[in-house]
């Protein structure tokens, strides 16, 4: 059960509601009347708590759990304990993810307040309804649309704009940046800072003006003190719907699809390209002015050198296709094993 001083559960819910919320269906002898509470894992959910398996591997926990509802496939049913209710569904754990959101809204309440010690820019636009905390400066004609919420000491630099119901954690900045609807930028974040950019001479470096600006698209989300720097000339874009881990560096210039997944300390150097649905292990980085195409997957700690064809999974450093990565690894496993024998 989450700890309410920091987590509001708006439940209860009926099991009919919870299965209707998720297209889901109930399973035969199901009270669709019950009374769900709350969400729990299988080993600590009680008799009035939903809970989910999506991994065959816990099987062994969905037979001894106490939960009193449990999410999963129709092939599981006959493994769940006598009594148990069940919502059937294709997907378990999106359907988990649902029903906790509707247990637990992630949004803040955006019922429109400044704080006092909030400055604000005559010239900037800040919705009624959004929610303005402690130490917060807003420069000039910035834009800030409905239902945002922006937490201690955020700072928003001038004719920035943050589209609706986004939300800005503590400490964050953004700057020469447009923001869309639905994001999510968490605490020490840094948009729009000056990309890493400079004329390398014998007798010193000649630093080039960062002219491009910040483009985020809507439902992003961008993980604490992670930083994206401005394009130099074109301008640094993340595409609807991607997810990024703490602690990523997005370098200038670099332009990322819809619906990328990039995990912690990961990196993208300068001017590379990242199309759809690329997903980038945790502590993986890719250098400058290559493609990742669409689609490709690129494993932890691997080093990207070159660009990476559509759907490719690529591990290693230098990377290389991850079949060849895994032979390589059983020659060496030979090779090391053949000198212990000497």
């Known amino acids: 059960m989450a700890d309410s001083r920091f987590f509001h559960n708006a439940g209860p819910f009926s099991l009919q509601e919870l299965c209707d919320h998720v297209g889901g269906e109930l399973s035969e002898g199901s009270d669709p009347s019950f009374l769900v509470t709350d969400v729990g894992s299988l080993e600590e959910a009680n008799e009035t708590e939903v809970s989910f398996l ?147 001479e014998p007798d010193g470096y000649v630093d080039v003006p960062q002219l491009g600006r910040v483009i985020i698209g809507n439902n992003v989300e961008i993980g604490a003190n992670s930083t994206v720097d401005r394009g130099a000339g074109p301008d640094t874009v993340i595409g609807d719907g991607t997810k990024i881990d703490n602690l990523v560096q997005i370098g200038h210039n670099v332009q990322i699809g819809k619906q990328c997944v990039i995990v912690a300390q990961s990196g993208v150097a300068g001017s590379s390209v990242l199309e759809n649905y690329v997903v980038m292990g945790a502590q993986s980085g890719v250098s400058g002015h290559i493609k990742v195409e669409t689609g490709a997957r690129i494993a932890g700690k691997a080093g990207v050198m070159r660009s990476v064809e559509a759907g490719q999974s690529v591990a290693g450093a230098p990377a290389m296709p991850i079949k060849d990565f895994f032979r390589l690894c059983t020659i060496w496993q030979k090779q090391l094993k053949t000198k212990k024998g000497n």
Not at 96 to 110: R, S
Not at 140 to 147: C, D, M, S, T
Not at 189 to 197: A, D, H, K, M, S
């Open 54 to 200: 999506d991994n065959k591997k816990y099987v062994s926990a969905l037979a001894e759990t106490s939960a009193g509802v449990c999410i999963l496939e129709k092939k599981f049913a006959n493994k769940a304990p006598v009594g148990t209710r069940l919502i059937l569904t294709e997907k378990p754990y999106k359907s988990y993810a649902l029903i906790a959101q509707k247990f637990y809204a992630t949004g803040k309440d955006a019922s429109g307040s400044v704080h006092s010690s909030a400055v604000i820019a005559e010239s900037a636009f800040v919705d009624d309804s959004c929610v303005i905390s402690a130490g917060v400066v807003i420069g000039e004609n910035v834009e800030i649309l409905g239902g945002c919420y922006l937490a201690p000491n955020v700072v928003v630099h001038d004719s920035c704009k943050i589209g609706e119901n986004t939300s800005i954690g503590a400490n964050a900045t953004v700057e020469y940046s447009f923001i869309g609807n639905n994001c999510q930028i968490h605490s020490g974040v840094r948009i729009g800072n000056r990309g890493f950019g400079f004329a390398m």
